[in-house]
């Protein structure tokens, strides 16, 4: 079975700093792996996705990811923070039916 | 844009209600989900449905039941509301192809609390 695992809970970041949050998966097959974001009372949105090809992924709203099977890992990056992106992002994990197993999240502040 | 709409925001159920949550999305997918989401814990999926009048059980889904009657609409159902399931509920829908993983695209949530 699946499982995700995103090891920061909280994240506080500078605005204008870099942010990377951090996500490991384990799955048998090749992953199909997701990153949404929750802002504050509101349903997911994707901020981007990877099922094959190209091993760096860019998403909406200035963020990429990383694909590293070696690590198991697929980490968001965004270069410059904006206060806007203080949320909490959840890593994903998918398999060849379409369920999704999620991370636990990790909660983004952004301090002036 | 893909909408997926859920009948409530926010809810407040006693304990021993029957409880319906509704889920309605405009796009003709195939795949629905419902999915609790707790602190801590992310989302566990409760129920999915590839199709009309089919469903699976997820993770977690003693306490809940569902009903999918039109292609369109995905209900949760709690037959005897308890404080335990006071969360936020989330519903989402994706398309569905052999051999091809679709992103889900999600309502706004409806918190449920139970007293």
């Known amino acids: 079975a699946q499982s995700v695992t995103q090891p920061d809970i909280h994240i506080t970041v500078s605005e204008g700093a870099s942010l990377e949050l951090r996500c490991n998966y384990s799955?048998?097959?090749?992953?199909?792996l997701f990153w949404y974001v929750q802002s504050p009372g509101q349903g997911l949105q994707l901020l981007l996705k990877?099922?094959?090809?190209?091993?760096l992924v860019q998403g909406i709203k200035g963020f990429e990811a990383e694909f590293k099977r070696s690590q198991s890992s697929f980490n968001l990056r965004k270069p410059s923070v904006h206060w806007s992106d203080a949320a909490e992002y959840f890593c994903?994990?998918?398999?060849?039916?379409?369920?999704?197993?999620f991370g636990a999240g990790t909660q983004v502040v952004v301090t002036p | 844009d893909v909408k997926v709409t859920q009948s409530s925001r926010y809810l407040v159920k006693r304990t021993g209600e029957k409880v319906f949550l509704e889920c309605v999305q405009d796009?003709?997918?195939?795949?629905m989900f419902w999915y609790r989401q707790d602190p801590g814990l992310g989302l566990r999926l409760i129920y999915f449905?590839?199709?009309?009048?089919?469903?699976e059980k997820g993770d977690i889904p003693e306490g809940y039941s569902v009903s999918r009657e039109k292609k369109e609409r995905f209900s949760l159902i709690l037959e005897s509301a308890s404080t335990n399931q006071t969360s936020m509920y989330l519903c989402?829908?994706?398309?569905?192809?052999?051999?091809?993983?679709?992103?889900?695209?999600f309502g706004p949530g409806t918190r449920l609390t139970v007293t």
């Open positions: 989402a829908s994706s398309t569905s192809r052999r051999g091809a993983v679709y992103e889900q695209y």
């Open positions: 799955y048998g097959a090749t992953p199909y």
């Open positions: 990877y099922f094959s090809g190209d091993t």
């Open positions: 994903a994990v998918g398999d060849s039916w379409g369920k999704l197993q």
């Open positions: 796009m003709d997918h195939e795949n």
């Open positions: 449905s590839y199709d009309v009048k089919m469903k």
